[in-house]
């Protein structure tokens, strides 16, 4: 099944009956984590209460530096919250360690950065068979295949990061977050490199998995015209949910 091609109309986005995966709410009660600075103690994010339903379609807005980062690094498994309690499905991230957590990113969430993270001496089948080489599948080098002709790449699959657009890496990105079938997205700032045509293309891509596959999808942004398509919007202000 196809899921876009580069002239995706912005207002063809997915079927009117998305998928529905009941395991993959996000819920924060009373979440703080903070930072070391010398002797200084720095709050990157203050007692946050967050309750994201399975299969939501959720913007996360604020000012530089005002945690949006850092709460996508706690509820993606790569950092550890200090203080409150963080569930992800049936996943209590606190009581996991080594490779239970590994487990948990990998077959749980599907990262998209805004500087893509791709590897430039891989081309782009390559840097998508990477991710699914870790899941020790026999047909990896196939699904790679499948998933970058879905994100309409197939004809740039043996091309390099430095041979391809910005939306284009971006897209190889997205191909990427997808190998393992994750239940939850985690998108940082995914059109902040990009222009405007191309980030309206790598928007409707993304609503479209949204909704094609039911995962959940987070997408930290400062940009209003991004924020303004999903379907809720959070706004976190000096590590606050103030909105």
Not at 46 to 59: K, N, Q, R, T
Not at 117 to 143: F, K, M, P, Y
Not at 223 to 234: D, H, L, M, Q
């Amino acid at each position: 099944m196809r899921l876009i091609g580069p002239g995706l109309a912005r207002g063809d986005v997915g079927p009117t009956n998305p998928v529905t995966r009941l395991g993959s709410a996000i819920r924060l009660q009373r979440v703080s984590h903070w930072y070391r600075s010398g002797r200084s103690r720095v709050e990157a994010l203050h007692e946050i209460d967050l309750d994201i339903p399975a299969s939501g379609y959720v913007a996360l807005t604020g000012a530089s530096g005002a945690g949006k980062s850092t709460l996508l690094s706690l509820i993606g498994g790569l950092e550890r919250p200090q203080s409150g309690e963080l569930r992800v499905g049936e996943h209590r991230l606190q009581q996991l360690h080594g490779d239970a957590l590994a487990a948990y990113r990998r077959a749980t969430i599907g990262f998209v950065f805004q500087h893509f993270g791709l590897i430039d001496l891989l081309n782009a089948r390559e840097n998508v068979e990477l991710a699914a080489s870790l899941s020790r599948s026999s047909q990896r080098g196939q699904h790679a295949a499948r998933l970058l002709d879905e994100v309409g790449l197939r004809d740039r699959a043996g091309h390099r990061p430095g041979e391809l657009s910005g939306g284009e890496r971006q897209r190889v990105a997205i191909a990427r977050a997808l190998v393992n079938d994750p239940s939850v997205i985690l998108a940082d700032e995914p059109t902040g490199n990009l222009d405007a045509t191309s980030g309206a293309r790598v928007l409707d891509l993304l609503e479209r998995v949204h909704a094609e596959r039911g995962c959940t999808l987070l997408v930290v942004t400062h940009n209003e015209s991004v924020a303004k398509r999903a379907t809720r919007r959070y706004q976190l202000d000096a590590g606050r949910l103030i909105a």
